[in-house]
């Protein structure tokens, strides 16, 4: 098959990821692939056998969105292109209009808990939905089409496995985009109110608030203890080392750093969030979202037992062979091709 993949940038996240991981595996089983992006960081990783074309899929304005709707469907009506996949809201306003002027079908991947509003119209006239899990098709239930399916997102599987250290201080780890969203701030504040010092925070990742949690670790006299690394394609190797992730985060749609710190091996502190809830098979043990005085407790216990009460089993978690396969049969349904 030949497969537009279209996201609005390829810079530092989890649609990022997966956009990269999936077209990978898609060109690796004998697809035709190119992703539509404006670029960024993570351009690099794409593989040799999948294409990359600069559009600016990342503008709301609506000419832009027309405009690269119009360059869409001339490359699909030259070029063969089958079928439009989009990830992020201003793509399927893109995907939707490229389709109905060239003439093939287009898709979605939610992947987020995202605001119910006008930016979720297009959803409702793709030919399928996916949602990256059971909360984000509950979440999104009257925006979808009759045609949505829940695929979990995979990831490769990593080069390192957990190695507990055996050094005095427990390092603790964050690993995400600097916004409010991902919770870093509520950790902060957990840790300030522990009564141990024995232990040290690398935050790895970067986003609009770091000169602010930079300057609450000071605050709290943390400036010494927490180290901001900034963007790391080292995430992998900081897991190994580690001695436990914090995940704070209020809102996820399936929560990849998570899934990687399992695969890795590495234990974890999440947040009860019905995505992590899921995953996990419970509730207990997983402290809230923004209750610092809780994570304390969850760290402080963590330190004295050298255990999390987070409990997610490896087996929850799909392949990359699965999960691409689950992506192209949904392609062949929506040709009308499905072997």
């Known amino acids: 098959m030949n497969v537009i993949e279209i996201l609005p940038e390829l810079d530092i996240g989890g649609v990022e990821r997966h956009v990269v991981d999936l077209s990978n595996k898609l060109a690796e089983m004998g697809h035709r692939v190119i992703v539509v992006s404006a670029g960024g960081r993570m351009r690099s990783h794409l593989s040799d056998k999948v294409g990359h074309r600069l559009l600016p899929a990342h503008k709301k304005n609506p000419l832009t969105v027309f405009m690269c709707a119009r360059k ?56 399928c939905v996916i949602c990256v899990s059971e909360t984000v098709r509950n979440h999104l239930k009257d925006y979808l089409p009759q045609s949505s399916k829940v695929i979990l997102n995979a990831l490769p599987q990593p080069d390192v496995v957990w190695a507990p250290g055996c050094g005095s201080d427990v ?19 957990a840790l300030g109110g522990l009564s141990c010092s024995n232990w040290k925070l690398d935050v790895v990742g970067d986003g609009p608030m770091r000169d602010e949690l930079e300057a609450l670790s000071k605050s709290l006299g943390l400036g010494e203890k927490i180290v901001f690394h900034g963007y790391s394609d080292e995430a992998d190797a900081f897991m190994a080392r580690s001695s436990c992730l914090l995940f704070p985060s209020h ?54 037992s050298k255990r999390a009460r987070t409990d997610i089993a490896l087996s929850s978690i799909p392949s990359m062979d699965e999960m691409a396969c689950a992506v192209e049969n949904t392609y062949r349904e929506l040709l009308g091709t499905r072997k």
Request: glycine residues 10%.
């Open 72 to 127: 869409i469907s001339r490359w699909a009506k030259d070029e063969g292109w089958q079928i439009i996949h989009a990830h992020s809201r201003v793509p399927a306003f893109i995907a939707w209009t490229a389709s109905g002027m060239a003439g093939i079908p287009w898709l979605y991947t939610a992947h987020a808990c995202y605001s119910l509003n006008f930016g979720l119209i297009p959803l409702k006239h793709a030919g």
């Open 251 to 304: 809102a996820e749609g399936m929560p990849l750093t998570l899934v990687r710190a399992v695969q890795i091996g590495l234990p974890v502190i999440a947040s009860r969030i019905p995505s992590v809830e899921a995953m996990a098979g419970t509730s207990e043990g997983l402290p809230p979202p923004g209750d610092a005085e809780a994570w304390t407790r969850a760290i402080e216990d963590f330190m004295i």
């Open 171 to 189: 390092r603790f780890l964050f690993v995400g985009r600097l916004t409010k969203i991902k919770g870093l701030d509520t950790v902060i504040r």
